[in-house]
């Protein structure tokens, strides 16, 4: 999962490599008391479908669900979850995208629902997916890889997956630990570097 297949085809004498698009499943919630009905969480998955087709990825299921807000550990009901974990048990996925940006404990937690079986994104995610893939000047390249590293930063606790096993303070402390506060430091040296070429980019 989470890799494009590829096909060699034959064309006029030539073999050229078909890289076959991943499959993807939306998630979305309307909230009626913000103003996004039925036909507003429509109109923004129809826009999310389009974006994920520029990414490279063919929407094949859409899953919503009614709520008042996102619930904080989850973003949407667990029987929802269960309910999207079952689908793509059975059916073959490389990812689920959700229309709304995912926070870190959101994300974390959602991967474990679905076991780690295929890739969770948000709608930021798919974005800067995109704007990477585009970018062809210094400039537009620098922006993206500083916008992926600020996204990245708070998000890094839940990418240890072999850490994840280890509930409680066991197995988070000592060199687990310190290997996360590592890659932050790394990360926010990075986002200083890139910052200054900006700098230097735009004089």
């Known amino acids: 999962n989470g890799v494009r297949q590829e096909t060699t085809v034959k064309k006029d004498k030539y073999y050229y490599t078909k890289r076959e698009d991943e ?32 990414a490279g990825a063919k929407t094949v299921k859409v899953f919503t669900q009614k709520m008042d807000k996102p619930i904080q550990s989850t973003f949407i009901g667990k029987g929802k979850l269960e309910e999207i974990r079952a689908w793509i048990e059975e059916n073959p996925v490389d990812m689920v995208i959700f229309d709304d940006d995912l926070s870190p404990t959101q994300l974390r937690n959602i991967e474990d629902a679905f076991k780690r079986s295929v890739k969770v994104l948000d709608r930021t995610n798919l974005i800067l997916d995109i704007f990477a893939s585009r970018a062809r000047t210094a400039h537009a390249k620098t922006q993206v890889e500083l916008a992926q590293y600020q996204y990245l930063l708070p998000r890094l606790a839940g990418m240890w997956t072999h ?41």
């Open 163 to 203: 850490l994840e096993r280890q509930k409680g303070g066991i197995g988070l402390r000592g060199p687990g630990e310190r290997e996360i506060e590592t890659d932050r430091r790394i990360i926010r040296d990075k986002i200083s570097r890139l910052r200054e070429e900006l700098a230097d980019i735009d004089k």
């Open 23 to 54: 499959k993807a499943v939306l998630v979305g919630i309307t909230r009626m008391h913000e103003g996004v009905d039925a036909v507003k969480m429509q109109e923004y998955l129809d826009e999310l479908a389009f974006l994920a087709e520029t």
